[in-house]
Nanobody, 115 residues
Framework: QVQLVESGGGLVQAGGSLRLSCAAS????????MAWYRQAPGKQRDWVAGITRSGNTNYADSVKGRFTISRDNAQNTLYLQMTSLNPEDTSTYYC?????????WGKGILVTVSS
């Protein structure tokens, strides 16, 4: 069982930045698939960005060029740096890892972008 705890969310004005963190309770250095998702009220949960063990990254078109996913294996932490935020980015953000056939989720952190 792996526990994931997100932090760093909050209220920010449009055009601002936030950095989300996701602390894992286990060693992440061998975990290949780590990702961030988000879910706006009344909508489905959408994939935002992913990173592999080797550091390869991918992004949803809606955040490409504005968000950066990274990982610190020594700190067992996943990050999401978000810049040029707009109200459409308002969502609860979840970190996710996939290991040994199991998908683990954090409880989510709310990001609200005001116009």
């Amino acid at each position: 069982q792996v526990q994931l705890v997100e932090s760093g969310g909050g209220l920010v004005q449009a055009g601002g930045s936030l950095r989300l963190s996701c602390a894992a309770s286990a060693d992440i250095s061998s975990i290949n698939a780590m990702a961030w998702y988000r879910q706006a009220p009344g909508k489905q949960r959408d994939w935002v960005a992913g990173i592999t063990r080797s550091g390869n990254t991918n992004y949803a078109d809606s955040v490409k060029g504005r968000f950066t996913i990274s990982r610190d294996n020594a700190q067992n932490t996943l990050y999401l740096q978000m810049t040029s935020l707009n109200p459409e980015d308002t969502s609860t953000y979840y970190c996710n890892i996939y290991v040994n056939g199991m998908s683990y989720w954090g409880k989510g952190i709310l990001v609200t972008v005001s116009s």
